[in-house]
């Protein structure tokens, strides 16, 4: 019996491995991959000529310029589809594509992420074909620039919360929004915003405000911008807060139904966030090349510092990290580029991920040129502070983490409530029991088998059969403890989701390696280091999910929760040694 969830990793919580969704691993179309070559010889050459990022972090700021260059290239409208003027990469190509951009300068790859892979992304998703035929040209060729605005002073992750107001007006032919938008990446220079604010509906006779999406191209009366944002990284972007102050919008500019804007804004981060993990690998890649060019060259003790253990294991991790990051992405791109199955956990886990292991080597390159990695003279301590916004927006990774336990605990969770009503009611309910009960036998006696992975990698392989079993059977241990409450039970939904993240880590390195070594004819050694990442992975994810699996049992979640109230009471930390 298999579930009928189209999603890998949903799939999962039910102990099941959907190898259809993983194996083989995808590969770049050919015509897919010279578009892609192509692109990032443009990007180098331009990068060489244009890109002056130490200058740009210390004013704050990139020449407009550069914007018009990279719409020159043709780089805003990368997925858009060829005959609305785009150049219609799927989505494995757009992923390479942003990896690339990240690779050169962090905040070119975030204005231009803040443009395409949410800004006009809504419309691109959620438009009618007459929506789409209007800006999506003007979008790719950057004569339009687009934003994105969910966020408000009083609503950041919390996005349902949002205050800005939509008000038809009396003649029914528009819309007037008010409100205040914060944060909001290329805030001070586009004429596109996708702006998200509460419109009336009639929901069963009620009236409600619902959260609705509409687009508001400029000039509009009423669309004011705040001054330029000084930040920690990414220095060089355009953040600014967008006000709306009864800006009149056009029936026809919402974007999909009134109401149902939640459902866009989700949907558009959804697709999103795997811009935002193939930058990461990027620049986790310019880590890994910067920390191996300095290993080979630094001298201490008479030795390079490359031959120390501790370097060593340092370069093994980052290389180890980025080599799932980078399969991850390309994974979930090929999701997304199927169209028949559900990436949301998937895109989710890619962006927890990738955001993490950067967060790592940007820490540990700067470890490795150590004194000179802290200098201003080196790009290093920019990677960092570059790097750290990508744990914060579209998404922070705690609510993303929640967002993976629930989702993947939701199926589960209905099947265990239809089965305590089926115990309720036995005659009705012979169905549910009989199934959950063949799903629990089939998965306890008979286990979970992977069948398509390369033989030369069993170990792993049983591995990750384990886990599935492990994951199905403590999820089902959570349910039951914890009921309707689990939605408060944020450190085992941290566990669930952090094994989760590591779960389609491990298969995504899995199913790269199997392909490299039937691409290599079946012979481990011409694959030599891709197996040995794989070692590694295995052997660093494999530890964190052991770990987890245990934290579900025996823990310090309840004294730990104990000091936070004790230190949210005192509003400080209580001790002085000067004070005995
Ligand atoms: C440089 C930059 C660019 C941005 N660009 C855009 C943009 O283009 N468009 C846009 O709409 N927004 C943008 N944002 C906003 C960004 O998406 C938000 O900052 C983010 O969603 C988090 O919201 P917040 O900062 O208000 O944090 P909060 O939501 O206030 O969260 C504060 C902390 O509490 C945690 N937390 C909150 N709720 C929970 C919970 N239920 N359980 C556990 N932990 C929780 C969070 O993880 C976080 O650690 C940008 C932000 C920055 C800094």
């Not at 966020?151 to 107001?165: C, F, L, N, R, V």
């Not at 629990?440 to 398509?452: E, F, P, Q, Y």
């Not at 964190?544 to 004294?559: L, S």
Request: charged share 25%; hydrophobic share 40%.
């Amino acid at each position: 019996m298999s579930n009928d969830t189209h999603s890998f990793l949903k799939s999962l919580f039910f102990g099941e491995i959907r190898e259809e969704f993983v194996f083989p691993f995808p590969k770049m179309d050919p015509a897919v991959g010279e578009t892609v070559s192509m692109i990032v010889d443009t990007l180098a050459k331009f990068a060489r000529d244009h890109v002056k990022s130490a200058e740009w972090d210390e004013k704050g700021e990139m020449p407009r310029e550069i914007v018009n260059y990279l719409s020159e290239l043709g780089l805003m409208g990368l997925a858009v589809p060829e005959d609305l003027g785009g150049l219609g990469l799927p989505q494995r190509g757009y992923a390479r594509v942003m990896q690339e951009v990240a690779s050169h300068d962090g905040s070119l790859a975030v204005t231009l992420g803040a443009h395409q892979s949410i800004g006009y992304k809504a419309l691109l998703l959620f438009g009618t074909p007459a929506q789409k035929a209007k800006y999506l040209p003007r979008l790719a060729s950057g004569q339009l620039i687009a934003a994105y605005c969910l966020t408000e002073p009083g609503s950041g992750s919390d996005a349902a919360s949002i205050q800005t107001k939509a008000t038809l007006t009396p003649d029914g032919k528009h819309y007037l929004l008010k409100g205040s938008k914060l944060w909001i990446t290329n805030g001070g220079i586009a004429s596109f915003y996708t702006v998200f604010a509460k419109a009336e509906v009639m929901e069963k006779g009620e009236k409600k405000e619902k959260v609705s999406c509409f687009m508001v191209e400029m000039p509009s009366e009423g669309v004011t911008t705040g001054p330029a944002e000084h930040k920690l990284g990414i220095r060089a972007s355009w953040t600014n807060a967008v006000h709306f102050d009864n800006v009149k919008v056009p029936v026809e500019n919402v974007l999909g139904e009134v109401g149902k804007g939640f459902k866009v804004a989700m949907g558009v981060l959804n697709h999103g966030r795997l811009g935002l993990a193939a930058g990461c690998v990027g620049v986790s890649r310019n880590c890994i090349k910067a920390s191996v060019e300095h290993a080979n060259e630094r001298v201490q003790f008479q030795k390079k510092i490359g031959e120390y253990g501790m370097i060593k294991e340092k370069i093994a991790r980052m290389a180890a990290n980025t080599y799932a990051a980078e399969s991850m992405a390309f994974l979930t791109a090929s999701l997304i580029d199927r169209g028949d199955v559900d990436y949301s956990m998937e895109s989710a886990a890619a962006k927890i991920f990738s955001s993490e292991m950067l967060w790592e080597c940007v820490d540990e390159n700067l470890q490795i040129w150590a004194g000179s990695g802290y200098m201003k003279e080196y790009p290093y301590e920019r990677w960092l502070r570059d790097a750290r916004i990508n744990r914060i927006f579209e998404g922070t990774n705690e609510i993303l983490r929640a967002f993976v336990a629930l989702s993947g605990m939701q199926g589960p969770g209905e099947e265990l409530a239809g089965l305590a009503k089926a115990i309720k009611h036995p005659l009705q309910g012979l169905g549910p029991v009989s199934d959950f009960a063949v799903r629990k036998i089939k998965r306890s006696v008979m286990g979970v088998t992977l069948t398509k992975s390369h033989p030369a990698l069993k170990k792993h392989a049983a591995f990750l059969e384990e886990t599935a079993v492990e994951l199905a059977n403590q999820v089902e241990q959570a349910l039951r403890r914890h009921g309707n409450q689990i939605h408060l039970m944020q450190l085992a939904q941290k566990r669930i989701a952090e094994v989760a993240v590591d779960f389609f880590a491990m298969t995504a390195v899995l199913s790269r390696v199997s392909r490299a070594l039937e691409d290599a004819g079946g012979q481990p050694e011409k694959c030599a280091l891709e197996m040995d990442l794989a070692e590694t992975f295995f052997f660093l994810a494999a530890r964190r999910v052991r770990a987890n699996f245990k934290g579900m049992v025996r823990n310090a979640d309840e004294v730990m929760k104990k000091v936070a109230e004790a230190l949210y009471e005192r509003g400080e930390y209580p001790f002085d040694l000067l004070k005995g």
